[in-house]
């Protein structure tokens, strides 16, 4: 992952632009303009280009955007970019992610372009790429492409081998069809469920409705509009939701979802309008597939043998672990980042993945997360179990987790790791991304941002005396250790 900034001389603002394995990242106007989003459509187009050699008809590369205002003008500008290459585009409008990854496939495009910053605030944007697969470009692929942006070095074509631009309105039927293909829609139809809905004006809401509606629910929507004008911080998290959790108390519903503005994220309120926190996400989603582990999973694709695995990242909660063990399952842990759960979910054949972000990933959607297929799952879970979201929630258990990040250069932040392997010797150790130690009482993931100068301690433990245990260690470490 690298950070151009003005160090580099791409512009001169204190707020950096982030390119990372999964695209571009900025405030728009200041880091992230027309003419840098022309130059990154012309370096993805170009890589696709020499990476499909074997190709002997013009590429073609599908994309779409969420709700940010600024949305249409980078769509544009990327859309042009990928034009003086010579590669087709297939213009989405306004889309979800998950709904972008699907119709890469769908629409079989040597790549994809979603024009969101996701979670971020509404002053930001950013470009994020999906290769053929769906799955963002593995980290030799994102320097390349990184390189090329830098280096400039583009292959622009003449007059004649332009690319040119055609109009795909399918998205959200496809998405719509193919969630509803992984559950059954009678079960769930039948109970009627009152739902809200919070999209944050994103990408999200429309789409959401209609898969509702098919579902049978009873749909009392908030912030449904694509405006990109978020009703709140967009990130689902406790202290953005508290509409939403008053509209599930005073509607009386049984369940609330917040999504993320490309709604591959998914937050769950319960009956009480209680906020269960993200992690439950993924771990309620995987319930319910690893209970059906047993008889039939229902639609499988060609080549899946699927296996009572999960795949999530280090970062997220043992309740995964204690689902999966439930079903005798297991549960493969990957480095952070949505290409390297997808990729362990393919090559481990795993039944449900995702991250404690509340994305859920069921490849026979798509490899990507997918704040749709959590709300389907976890409906088909209350249908078949005839339980409230805060019955399956205690079935669950829970524990205490902690999430933190200080500042620490690249020597320190090494020092640090080395101090806290000698420290942690009774624990079980994973350096796949940083470290992770595994306790009897939880566990530990000590691991540097890619991004920033900071390091990430995330801890986990049965109560919060027993994490603070933890905490306390590292930050003994840190007091030995200077910045
Ligand atoms: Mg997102």
Known sequence: M?????????????????????GMRGIVGENLTASIATDYGCAFGTFLKNRHTDKKEKLSVCIGRDSR?????????????????????????????????????????????????????????????????????PPAAAEQIKRCFFDKHFELVDSLDSGGVTSNDQTDSTHITKVLAIVDKETIGGRKFNVVLDSVNGAGGRV????????????????????????????????????????????RAEIGFAQDPDADRLAIVDEAGTYIGEEYTLALAAKYIFSKWHGHLG??????????????????????????????????????????????????????????????????VSPVRDSLVGIALVLQLMAETQKTVSELVSEIGGYYMSKDKFAAGKSQARQILESAKETFTDAKLDTTDGCRFDFDDGWLHLRASNTEPVMRIIVEAKDQLAAQKYIDAVSNIRKKIPG
């Not at 001389?9 to 390119?19: D, P």
């Open 208 to 251: 959401t409705k209609k898969l509702l509606a098919e579902l049978g629910c009873v749909v009392s929507a908030i912030n449904d509009e694509p405006t990109g004008v978020f009703a709140h911080a967009p990130e689902p998290r406790a202290e953005n939701l508290t509409g939403l959790c008053e509209a599930v108390k005073t509607g």
């Open 299 to 364: 639609r499988v694709f060609t080549g899946w043998k699927p296996v009572p695995q999960a795949a999530t990242n280090l970062s997220t909660s043992r309740m995964l672990d204690d689902v999966a063990e439930e079903a005798g399952g297991q549960v493969v842990r990957t480095a952070v980042g949505e290409a390297n759960v997808a990729k362990a979910m393919l090559e481990h054949n795993c039944i449900i993945g995702g991250e404690g972000n509340g994305g859920v990933i069921d490849l026979r």
């Open 2 to 22: 690298l950070v151009g900034g003005a160090a580099n001389g791409v512009f001169g603002v204190a707020e950096q632009l982030i390119i990372s394995v999964s």
């Open 69 to 137: 205002p600024s949305g249409q003008m980078l769509k544009s500008a990327v859309t042009e970019g990928l034009c003086k290459v010579g590669v087709d585009v297939i213009d989405l409008g306004i889309v979800t992610t998950p709904g972008a990854g699907i119709m890469v496939r769908e629409l079989a495009c040597s790549g994809g372009v979603v024009v969101t910053a996701s979670h971020n605030p509404a002053q930001y944007n950013g470009i994020k790429l999906l290769l053929d697969n769906g799955i963002a470009p």
